[in-house]
């Protein structure tokens, strides 16, 4: 079964603006990785916050983490057309094989 | 420091015939996960070795499909007797065991 869910599948801005999106997942994790992909690429780790976190930054990104929500949020502020690509956010199950399990993503296109 | 290395980048196989997908993982890393991507999906957990042992293979279809990480050597994913339902991407991922996940840039598998 699904265990990420990106909202929103497909998200188009203005460069500069910020974009926010957001997973949310079923079970406990021992961490949530947020990666990017270039249509046709591979994929690319951006950020990984652990269970007992609740907000990491990295350069213009910007993670949160709600495990009692189980929900994780993605911000990009000041985007750039570089930034059109789709995002995925995926779960690393508590107790499981530290398998990763990924959401069906979100679009991102910034208009320059 | 080479990133996760995989071969060959594109393959085209007819009905029936073998495939054959190579990943070298990261220098310094002993874990290899293999994930499959349909096209607007995310991607989907298939196997999880380390070196000479297979640990989460529950991701994988039973027939036709076999994993192996050797003392020596690459990884390799085959898939025997390929349908056209085996047309994907395929990824590889290494780590070293702490968490975060180094994807290469993945194996297109046509199958005509």
Known sequence: SQQGEEDPQALSIQEGENATMNC??????NNLQWYRQNSG??????ILIRSNEREKHSGRLRVTLDTSKKSSSLLITASRAADTASYFCATEEKGGSEKLVFGKGTKLTVNP | NAGVMQNPRHLVRRRGQEARLRCSPMKGHSHVYWYRQLPEEGLKFMVYLQKENIIDESGMPKERFSAEFP??????????????????????ASSQGLDTQYFG?????TVL
């Open chain 1, 24 to 29: 949310s997942y079923k079970t406990s994790i």
């Open chain 2, 71 to 92: 003392k020596e050597g690459p990884s390799i994913l085959r898939i025997q007797q390929v349908v056209r339902g085996d047309s994907a991407a395929y990824f590889c």
């Open chain 1, 41 to 46: 690429r591979g994929l690319v780790h951006l």
């Open chain 2, 105 to 109: 840039p993945g194996t297109r598998l």
